[in-house]
């Protein structure tokens, strides 16, 4: 079963999705907590404030929460938050699912609506930023992350349905192809040491770190994309584009939207 590549009106391809098709994000997200350390969590810290300014007594959904790092420290921050993921790595994180609207209409409207990362591994990412997007309160914000239309789309594809379908020898040898391939061009075409690449990625990236996003990358399905000139024709009625921050080929761009 294929996602909606081509951009068309979104199908109801994630109802049909079979567990076995998709990649099991909670798995990676309780590797990714279990060696957390306090400077991942100012990069994460920093990355809210870089966006929102002070979150104190402002409302914050977390749609696709992940390790739920960006909830708490959303919390900490003051404000106050409810995250919810479809593979909730932990008991803290709320079981939902964005594509279920009986599920968003119940849960509110909130000053900000944080998704990096979500909309695209849904299987129906344009039914989900609907979805997403009317959780915003009227003044309110929706920072959207959204992979960037890569150039070799079927490489990519082909590479994820591959490593879910793997056992666990062939799903290392794709991340270690694929983690060889991510630092060989930082070496060769940008002239960066792949180590320091390695270590400076949580600071570059939110908080992240590399191994566990080469999982990610490697894994991560249902996969859609789309780019800035897409979804400036493609934005939900009532919101303007206050900005957005572009991400090459195999990263995703933040859309900041803003609700009249
Ligand atoms: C790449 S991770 C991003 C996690 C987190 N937002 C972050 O920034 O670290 C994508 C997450 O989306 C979740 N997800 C996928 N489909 C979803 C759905 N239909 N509803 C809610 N979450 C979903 C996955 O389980 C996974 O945790």
């Not at 979104?10 to 049909?16: G, N, S």
């Not at 968003?104 to 990096?116: L, P, Q, T």
């Not at 990362?117 to 039914?127: I, K």
Request: net charge neutral.
């Amino acid at each position: 079963m294929e996602p909606n590549l081509d951009s068309q009106p979104a199908v109801a391809y994630a109802a049909r999705v079979e567990a076995t098709d998709r990649f099991a994000f909670g798995e990676n997200w309780r590797k990714f907590n279990a060696s957390l350390t306090e400077e991942q969590r100012a990069h994460a810290r920093a990355s809210l404030i870089d966006w929102f300014g002070d979150l104190s007594g402002r409302t914050f959904l977390d749609i696709g929460a992940g390790s739920g790092l960006f909830a708490v420290v959303a919390a900490e921050l003051g404000a106050k938050v409810r995250a919810f993921d479809y593979d909730p790595a932990n008991e803290a994180i709320e079981r939902g699912d964005v594509l279920d609207s009986n599920y968003m209409d119940g849960i509110g409207e909130y000053d900000i609506v944080y998704s990096w990362g979500v909309l695209h591994h849904t299987g129906a990412m344009w039914d989900a930023i609907e979805n997403a997007v009317r959780r915003v309160k009227p003044g309110g914000v929706a920072l959207l992350a959204l992979y960037t239309r890569p150039a070799f789309a079927p490489i990519q594809i082909g590479m994820k349905r591959a490593y879910n379908a793997s056992p666990g020898v062939g799903k290392l040898l794709i991340r270690t192809a694929w983690a060889t391939a991510v630092l060989a061009e930082r070496l060769l075409r940008r002239r960066e040491n792949p180590l320091r690449y390695i270590r400076e990625y949580p600071a570059r990236s939110r908080g992240m770190t590399f191994w566990r996003d080469v999982e990610d990358w490697a894994g991560g399905w249902p996969f859609e994309y789309t780019d800035a000139s897409e979804f400036r024709r493609r934005l939900p009625a009532g919101f303007v584009l206050e900005s957005v921050k572009v991400a090459g080929q195999g990263g995703c761009s933040e859309y900041l939207i803003a609700r009249a």
